[in-house]
């Protein structure tokens, strides 16, 4: 059975203060491994999606990486708009079918000033 | 851009009432996803389609059925509400082939009293 987890659960940040996002992963075969930021009371709305392990992609003030068991959120210099839940999917081969995902419980990320 | 959208941002339903919630994507995308999210249990998938007509089970589709008579348009049917299934209900489609990326619509709020 797939598994992602993400931590921590809760960050709290001061504006200009660099951190990471962690999700890990538990599948048969990676297929896919997705990023998506929500806002409260909003769908999730998607940001990156890696394949393979060394992948790196960058959005802003965002930068995802990925490596065999895990993938990591890089936050540089946040502001107080990057305050949101940043979720983690990832696809597996065997039982991504119709483009399945299984989605972690998601970092809720708060940028103060 | 793709867009997808929801008939309700809230509802409030009594139970045991018949609840309809709807899809409509606008990207020709052949598969549809319903999803309920709820704190600290993240997104879990109920039910999704890969074709018209079609449909599989998610995770979680006990007290839940859908429809898909067009292919722009997945249903999700709360036969009989219960107080368990107030949730947010999110839907989300996505192309076909590989790995694609899922878009969600804003979602629906849900109470059963």
């Known amino acids: 059975e797939d598994q992602v987890t993400q931590s921590p659960e809760a960050l709290r940040l001061q504006e200009g203060e660099s951190s990471s996002l962690n999700c890990s992963y538990t599948v048969s075969g990676l297929r896919g491994l997705f990023w998506y930021r929500q806002d409260p009371g909003k769908g999730p709305e998607f940001l990156f999606t890696l394949y393979s392990a060394g992948e790196e992609k960058e959005k802003e003030r965002l930068k995802a990486t990925l490596t065999k068991k895990e993938s990591f959120l890089h936050i540089t210099a946040p502001k107080p708009e990057d305050s949101a839940t940043y979720l983690c999917?990832?696809?597996?081969?065997?039982?991504?079918?119709?483009?399945?995902?299984?989605f972690g419980t998601g970092t809720q990320l708060k940028v103060e000033l | 851009d793709v867009k997808v959208t929801q008939s309700s941002r809230y509802l409030v339903k009594r139970t045991g009432e018949k609840v309809f919630l709807e899809c409509v994507q606008d990207?020709?995308?052949?598969?549809m996803f319903w999803y309920r999210q709820d704190p600290g249990l993240g997104l879990r998938l109920i039910y999704f389609?890969?074709?018209?007509?079609?449909?599989e089970k998610g995770d979680i589709p006990e007290g839940y059925s859908v429809s898909r008579e067009k292919k722009e348009r997945f249903s999700l049917i709360l036969e009989s509400a219960s107080t368990n299934q107030t949730s947010m209900y999110l839907c989300a489609s996505s192309s076909t082939g590989g790995v694609k990326t899922q878009y969600f619509g804003p979602g629906t709020r849900l109470l059963v009293l």
């Open positions: 999917a990832v696809q597996d081969w065997v039982t991504g079918g119709g483009n399945k995902l299984t």
């Open positions: 389609s890969y074709d018209v007509k079609m449909k």
């Open positions: 990207m020709d995308h052949e598969n």
